[in-house]
């Protein structure tokens, strides 16, 4: 499960997005939030590397001859 809270799922446009493309969500009853977990974290790392292709494409059409997507950068990586 991953928490709405988590970066990835922020990324992506939080759980409505999630939900829009099919995955299940779980809420606790009692969270004050009402936040939910993302059932499938296969889905979420879809939806980030298909946001991430995406913008990239974008940043190519801008003239950008090199462009790298990763859902999490390396160690010491700035």
Not at 44 to 60: G, N, S
């Amino acid at each position: 499960m991953i928490p709405a809270t988590d970066k990835r799922v922020q990324f992506i446009g939080g759980l409505a997005a999630y939900e829009e493309a099919g995955g299940l969500v779980k809420r606790d009853l009692f969270d004050d939030r009402n936040a939910g977990y993302a059932m499938d974290a296969a889905l979420v790392e879809m939806l980030v590397a298909e946001k991430l292709e995406t913008t990239a494409a974008t940043v190519c059409a801008e003239g950008w001859k090199w462009v790298e997507c990763s859902a999490t950068a390396p160690a010491g990586y700035y």
